[in-house]
């Protein structure tokens, strides 16, 4: 919308291997972007890129549901509160410190859940290719439940297909915590779309430009 707000929108399904089940989301949440960076060593050049933004707050509503035949069904309505912070880090990396707060009601049972993540990523780009390769650790703690706690980890690579579409694949493993989370393993893949403001696109592509300007 502007250098401060983004709308973001997701759809996502999950179907399980060698198993019926299955589960689809969807969510809509208002970004903003606040407190410049105190350095700026490595520039952001993909589509989801706000240079120069240290902290920025997320504020969201998502549906989630399994079909009433699947194994185990399910409906979640669920707010979500996010508040992030991002560091350079040396070597052109990219530190972003997440802390997310999931208010869920589950099939009519109230439960909250604290979600912190470490991600790093590097932005690579070649002659005829540009794409973002990121790790993090994700942990689940929820407040009602500790038994149903979980920690994931995940690798993946995202790769600016056009101006405004990047695609991303990723590999996904969470660690069992026995009796009631088993150890499981993903592989996923994300079509995103970045939409903008004609006059904010054109501001930001001057600034890209700029920041790859040699002196």
């Not at 409906?75 to 410190?97: D, F, H, Q, S």
Request: aromatic fraction near 20%.
């Amino acid at each position: 919308m502007n250098p401060n707000w983004r709308v973001y929108g997701t759809v996502a399904g999950t179907k399980m291997d060698e198993s019926y089940y299955a589960d689809g989301a969807f969510g809509i949440f208002m970004d903003y972007f606040t407190f410049p960076l105190l350095w700026k060593i490595n520039p952001r050049t993909h589509n989801d890129s706000l240079p120069g933004q240290y902290f920025w707050i997320r504020f969201g509503y998502q549906y989630s549901a399994s079909p009433p035949s699947s194994e185990d069904p399910f409906r979640e309505n669920m707010i979500v509160t996010e508040g992030n912070t991002r560091v350079y880090l040396p070597w052109k990396m990219l530190l972003t410190l997440k802390n997310r707060f999931d208010w869920r009601t589950n099939n009519g049972e109230f439960n909250g859940r604290y979600r912190p993540r470490a991600n790093i990523e590097r932005d690579f780009r070649t002659d005829y290719l540009q794409f973002t390769a990121y790790g993090f650790g994700e942990y689940f703690f929820n407040f009602r439940q500790p038994s149903v706690n979980r920690f994931r980890t995940q690798l993946g690579v995202e790769i600016r297909v056009s101006r405004i579409f990047n695609y991303e694949v990723f590999w996904n493993h969470q660690f069992g915590n026995d009796p009631e989370v088993s150890t499981l393993n993903a592989f996923g893949m994300t079509l995103k779309c970045y939409l903008s403001k004609s006059q904010f696109r054109k501001k930001k592509h001057k600034q890209n430009a700029d920041s790859t300007t040699p002196g």
